[in-house]
T-cell receptor, first 113, second 114 residues
Framework: DVKVTQSSRYLVKRTGEKVFLECVQD?????MFWYRQDPGLGLRLIYF???????EKGDIPEGYSVSREKKERFSLILESASTNQTSMYLC????????????FGPGTRLLVL | QKEVEQDPGPLSVPEGAIVSLNCTYS??????FMWYRQYSRKGPELLMY????GNKEDGRFTAQVDKSSKYISLFIRDSQPSDSATYLC??????????????FGKGTLLTVNP
């Protein structure tokens, strides 16, 4: 079974803090993704990576950056957290360049005060 | 027009009912179609996967794709309280820069009452 794990289930941070969200997958997947999920807005893609050290912006990259130094690990960084970044953050991975099926982690609920 | 439209519900049915969940889409390049189930406060999990048009059955679940109408459906037979969740449709095109990306519907919240 594919396993995608996220470093925290719940996180509370203050405005202006730098926040790191970590994601690890154990199936040697090429592609990794970061989404946020908000009521009424659905899943929105923040960034994705199709290889180590490669990244591409998704639909809402502003205020976020990412890092992929190893194939199995994809980090999302909030450089200076703001209250409008309070959300559920979901990491996903998929197999290869033509793979469509994404496998999700359990999510991190981030509250920015 | 949004690329993928999904009625958010909520949908409430009695146990044992047949449930029909639907999505419409506008991008004729979509070839891969998925349904994800998401329990409250959890990540989405893949439920069904279909390539191109046709039907696929897995136990109590049937996924249908009608590309001519740009319409996909998920049917749940003999629904159970454990089916209560949000159901997300997702789809993907092939070619160009969209190989890696899925386009999601916003999800339909389903409650199955005992």
């Amino acid at each position: 079974d594919v396993k995608v794990t996220q470093s925290s289930r719940y996180l509370v941070k203050r405005t202006g803090e730098k926040v790191f969200l970590e994601c690890v997958q154990d199936m040697d997947h090429e592609n990794m993704f970061w989404y946020r999920q908000d009521p009424g807005l659905g899943l929105r893609l923040i960034y994705f990576s199709y290889d180590v050290k490669m990244k591409e912006k998704g639909d809402i990259p502003e205020g976020y950056s990412v890092s992929r130094e190893k194939k199995e690990r994809f980090s999302l960084i909030l450089e200076s957290a703001s209250t409008n970044q309070t959300s559920m953050y979901l990491c996903a991975s998929s197999m290869g360049s033509m793979s469509e099926t994404q496998y999700f982690g359990p999510g991190t609920r981030l509250l920015v005060l | 027009q949004k690329e993928v439209e999904q009625d958010p519900g909520p949908l409430s049915v009695p146990e044992g009912a047949i449930v029909s969940l639907n999505c419409t889409y506008s991008n004729s390049a979509f070839q891969y179609f998925m349904w994800y189930r998401q329990y409250s406060r959890k990540g989405p999990e893949l439920l069904m996967y279909t390539y191109s048009s046709g039907n696929k059955e897995d136990g109590r679940f049937t996924a249908q794709v009608d590309k001519s109408s740009k319409y996909i459906s998920l049917f749940i037979r003999d629904s159970q309280p454990s089916d209560s969740a949000t159901y997300l449709c997702a789809m993907s095109a092939i070619g160009g820069g969209s190989n890696y990306k899925l386009t999601f519907g916003k999800g339909t919240l389903l409650t199955v009452n005992p």
